[in-house]
Structures are given as C-alpha cells and as structure tokens.
C-alpha cells in the first residue's frame, strides 16, 4: 500500500514515519525546501505533557476584556470582515467552560502521555539529536494569590498521581540560579519534574533523514500541492501547482494552515484557525540563562534551553497578518525578557513567527476525512504539536491499519 502525506511540518513527518515502520510505501510532500519550514520551525520547545489544558477554559471569559484592551496583553485581536474568524471564536467562547475544559484536557493528557511513549522509544532504538531535556518545567507566578491558585490545583492533581512542588520564591531561586536578579519581582513557582523540551526542527529533521534511509520512502520538497481530485468518493491524484499529478492509494492532509484551503475546495470546512506566535532565538555560551524550562505564567512567555540556544516564545495573535513580524510584539517579547533575565544580552536574538493551526475546542483531528474514503487527517495541533506528534501520528497509523489503537480515537475524530 502506497501512502502520500501532505505537509512536512513535525504532524507530517512524524506521520510519514509511522506509515514507513508499519510497512507502507510512502511519499512525503511540502512545498518548503526543508522540514519544518513552517510553525513546527522555531516554536516554544516544550513538550509539555502535562500542562495540556485547552486555551479555551473557564478563566478566559473574566480575562478577556484586559487583554483586549491592554497594549501589554498576550493576547491580540482583530476583527475581519472574515466568517471564519466569525465562527471560530463563536465555537471557541462557546468551549470556554468548565466542563468542556476538563473533558477536553483529560483526552490530551492521554493523548499526550502516548507521545511521550512513542517519543522515547524513537530516542531510545534511534536517537536524534535535537537537544532534548528531561529536565522539568517551572511555572513562575508574579501574583502571590495567582500561586495560591495554583496550590489547589496542584493538591487535586497530587491525588491523581502528578508529581508537582510549590516552591517559594527562595526555594525557585535555589533551584533555578538563573532567575535570582528577577527574585523581587516571584513570588514562587510550581516544578513539575517530569515535563522535557527539545527543538522541535532539528526533531523533525533528524526524523526526516530517517526517513530518508528508508528504502519505501520517497521525500519530495518544493512540491506544492494545488489540488486533491476526487473521483466517485475517492482522492485519486494529487495535483501540484506545476501541473504534475502524484497518485497514491491512501492520502494524509497534514499541511498545517495549508490544510484549510485543500480541504475547503473538497466542499468541508475544517474548523482550523492561524494563532499568530512569536518566538527570539539567541546563543547562549557565556550567560547565566536557564536550565531548566521556565513559563512566565502572567505573561505566557516560554524560555527552553535548546542546546546553546535560548529560545523564549510568547503572544496568541488573531486576525494578524500571516507573513511578516510585528515589531511592537516583538520589543515587548524582547522587554518583558529582559524583565525576567536582565543578566543576557537579547542583542543577537533571532526573531521568528508562527501560525499554530487552532481548533476551537483545542483537540487535533485525527481519521478520516469526510471528504474522501482514502483521505486522512492529522491536523489543528493549535499551541501544541510537537507535544502531540508522535502520539496523533501513531493514533492515525492505527486507523489507517485497522488495527487497535493505543487510545480512545473518538474524541480526534474529524468532523470535516
Ligand atoms: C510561537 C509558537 C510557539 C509554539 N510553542 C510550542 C511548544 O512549545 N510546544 C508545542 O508542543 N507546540 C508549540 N507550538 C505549536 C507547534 O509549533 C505547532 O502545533 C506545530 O508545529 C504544527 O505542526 P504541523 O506539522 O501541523 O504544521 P507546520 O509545521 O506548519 O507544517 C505544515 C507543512 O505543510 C506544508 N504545506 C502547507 N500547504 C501545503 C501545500 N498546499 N502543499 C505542500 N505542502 C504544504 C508547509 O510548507 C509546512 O511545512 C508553537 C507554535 C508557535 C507558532
């Protein structure tokens, strides 16, 4: 059986590897020159697997009027004269609840802890160098009542077997020494010992080179995909923008953004939605920077030591444009940084952004497409693809077998 996979994202890529160990003949396509060309290029590297909460949840709703107003807000939003912003934040106010949230973060906790499985059993037979830590997240709290808040969730997890410490802002210090010239302004943390990180394109390019080595598979970049022909209920080709046609018998939509437009031509609507991110990479030799993943939890701000990069990662924009970097964004990622870790020098930083493919309710889809019977979906990874990869590419791996999956797909399952 021959398997084409649209997208060479980390979603895609890891998906082609998955088809490839079980057998499949596969044909992997992206319109980039390399992998990881696209958000899975220079994202927050946090595999946090723990910490899966959808966005949308029960706190948005009183948040949502200081954020939109305030120019420091993680948060930006314009209105377009656009249905599909429209719908999109309707279905997304309409999961902002308790109950949804809940639901919908038991479901990515299971799908998340089988990423782990699948992620270390690649690390172990055949690692990729792509500096993975397993070294714990901290979340950094400037609110004594935001901690407190905090303590009880973590006393409720505590009971369902999470391993997480309170530290006091003396105790973060100790463990954390590169947070000590920012102490005035913690008031404590929560340590999650087993959370990890990694960089997620030097992850989908080692996979990538995998791949390569595999006889069955064939990688075709700088190959746009233009068009899915359908044919009595089937996707029979693939046309690319150069008017080539690529047959297969099974085909994966695992383009990211690029995913909507494809499918919207078959006649479905996928409930996908760009969050615009931003993202400063610098080298970090000499200065004190930390070791361990730190969320700035006020801020939404991400930092993960990736080898001798530091990478800080922040800000949900919607309706921005999809090309370019807004500069006030970017100096407040930079000012707020610098607020943090006054001791590193931002100076070098490499500025970067990203369109997180954003279901409302916060779960991918994962199966069969509605609109073809050989037409599969792994997409709308939203904040956290490179957590969830290996775990929705081994999900789909095992629909399209027809063989048991690992987890209970239901929830993945696409609508569109
Ligand atoms: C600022 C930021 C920080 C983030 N931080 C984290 C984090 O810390 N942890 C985490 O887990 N996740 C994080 N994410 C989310 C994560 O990066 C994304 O969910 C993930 O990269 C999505 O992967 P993807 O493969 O679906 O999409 P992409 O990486 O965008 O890949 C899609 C690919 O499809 C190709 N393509 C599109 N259309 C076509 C077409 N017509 N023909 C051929 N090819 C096509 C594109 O070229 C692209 O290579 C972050 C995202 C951003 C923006």
Redesign the pocket.
């Known amino acids: 059986m021959h398997a084409c996979v649209?997208?060479?994202?980390?979603?895609?890529v890891t998906t082609a590897w998955q088809l490839a160990r079980e057998g499949w003949q596969v044909t992997l396509?992206?319109?980039?020159t390399e992998?990881?060309?696209?958000?899975?290029?220079?994202?927050?590297?946090?595999?946090?697997y723990s910490y899966v909460a959808p966005l949308a949840g029960p706190g948005v709703l009183p948040h949502l009027p200081s954020w939109l107003l305030s120019p420091s807000s993680p948060l930006r939003f314009r209105l377009r004269a656009d249905p599909l912003q429209w719908r999109w934040c309707l279905q997304f106010l309409q999961a902002c609840n308790a109950r949804a949230a809940s639901a919908t973060s038991a479901q990515l906790l299971a799908l998340s802890y089988l990423s782990r499985q699948v992620l270390h059993d690649i690390q172990q037979d055949n690692p990729i160098d792509f500096a993975h830590a397993r070294n714990g997240k901290l979340i950094v709290y400037r609110t004594p009542a935001l901690l407190d808040k905090a303590r009880a969730q973590v006393a409720l997890q505590a009971d369902l077997g999470s391993d997480q410490q309170i530290l006091t802002t003396e105790q973060l210090i100790a463990q954390e020494p590169a947070l000590a010239p920012a102490r005035a302004t913690l008031a404590g943390a929560i340590y999650t010992s087993s959370e990890e990180s990694g960089d997620?394109a030097r992850f989908t390019q080692g996979l990538a080179r995998q791949l390569a080595t595999m006889g069955q598979v064939t990688l075709r970049p700088q190959?746009?995909?233009?068009q899915l022909e359908r044919h009595h209920g089937r996707i029979r080709r693939l046309l690319t923008v150069t008017g080539e046609a690529i047959e297969a018998d099974q085909f994966v939509l695992?383009?990211?953004?690029?995913?909507r437009?494809?499918l919207a031509a078959l006649g479905v609507r996928a409930p996908l939605y760009p969050?615009?991110?931003?993202?400063l990479s610098l080298p970090c030799h000499q200065e004190q920077v930390p070791a361990i993943s730190v969320t700035d939890y006020e801020r939404r701000t991400?930092y993960?030591k990736l080898g001798d990069t530091l990478r800080i990662?922040?800000?949900v924009g919607i309706g921005m444009p999809s090309q370019g970097i807004e500069a006030d964004r970017i100096a407040l990622v930079k000012r707020q940084a610098q607020e943090l870790l006054p001791q590193v020098n931002l100076g070098p930083a490499q500025a970067w952004?990203?369109?997180?493919?954003a279901t409302p309710h916060g779960r991918p889809l994962i199966g069969r497409s509605r609109a073809a019977d050989n037409l599969w979906l792994?997409?709308g990874?939203?904040?956290?693809?490179?957590?969830?990869?290996c775990g929705s590419s081994h999900l789909l791996g095992s629909l399209m077998a027809g063989a048991a999956p690992a987890i209970n797909p239901a929830p993945f399952r696409p609508d569109c």
């Open positions: 649209i997208g060479a994202g980390v979603i895609g396509v992206d319109a980039a992998p990881a060309s696209g958000a899975s290029h220079a994202n927050g590297g946090q595999l946090s997620c190959t746009t995909i233009q695992a383009a990211g953004m690029g995913s437009p494809l969050l615009k991110g931003y993202s991400v993960a990662a922040a800000m952004a990203g369109q997180r493919p792994n997409i990874h939203g904040a956290l693809g490179f957590t969830l990869a």
